[in-house]
């Protein structure tokens, strides 16, 4: 019983892992601009941005409820 708990203990302490951080590497074609705002595919800065992303909202949230009024109002 002993002898696997310090199997055990030997393991942890030989599985121990070191995180640490490299330099980017400013020279290579893979690495991109790092910041606010540049992972995202879009431009929220833009003055139509505004009107476009509320256009989306309303026609991605109200487009399910206008399909079952829809469905509820036809004629079968």
Known sequence: MYASSAARA???????RGFSTTRTQFGSPYHY???????IPFNPLTKSFFYKYWAFMIAGFGSPFAIAVWQTYKTR
Do not use: K, L, S, W
């Open 10 to 16: 030997r393991m942890a302490t030989v599985a121990r």
């Open 33 to 39: 601009a790092e910041g606010p705002r540049t992972n």
